[in-house]
């Protein structure tokens, strides 16, 4: 498995999670995309309108889009993902646990090329010097113990995250893009996997 090293995106006024998902949208061919946290619409009105999407979102939303009102984790572990090969996971706070399912239960074809966009906020929880505990063991971190700072390591984090469940499942990372808010307390990335050879 090669994790490739994140590309960097520069912090523009259009934004760094939609430079993200334009410049790997391009990379996929035929983009079926399912937005798991649909909410306002923004990322789709500026990269996904011109696409079959499907948005999950928990309240109910009417504008036009189609939207099934559902906890995402729901639908991720009981659907037939196969026919997506763009998952949105534009989360306010820990988006792990849907890539996890994701991970898990999306079959690639040989040299099929999928999607997976991340906002992460964890970092909230990592300031309290804790972390979820489907991540523990990626990082080798025992259920119960807490270590004070865990947020000055989150990127490290995050790639142990990444690099340990991509291996796990087979798969590789062909394109890897990340970038943050000016704050710093949001993590954006943009990955396209493919299945090992
Ligand atoms: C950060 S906003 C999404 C913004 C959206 N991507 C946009 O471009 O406007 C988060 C949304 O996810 C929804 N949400 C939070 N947890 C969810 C879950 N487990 N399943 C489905 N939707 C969820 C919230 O209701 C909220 O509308």
Known sequence: MILKQWES????????????????LQKISSPYILECYAGYGVIYRECYKDHPCVGLDLKPID?????????NRKFLKSTDLGKYNVFDLDAYGSPWQQW????????????????????????????????PSGLRPYVGLPAGMNIPLLNLHHDFINSLVVSGSVKAAGLEVVHALSAKNPRCNMKYYGLILKKCN
């Open 63 to 71: 504008d036009g889009r189609v939207i099934i009102s559902i906890d």
């Open 100 to 131: 996890l399912i994701i991970l898990k239960r999306r079959q690639f074809k040989a040299k099929e090329s999928v999607a997976i966009f991340i906002t992460d906020g964890l970092d909230f929880k990592m300031r309290m010097s804790s972390l």
């Open 9 to 24: 995106v520069d912090n523009t006024d259009r934004g760094e999670k939609i430079l993200i998902r334009k410049q790997l």
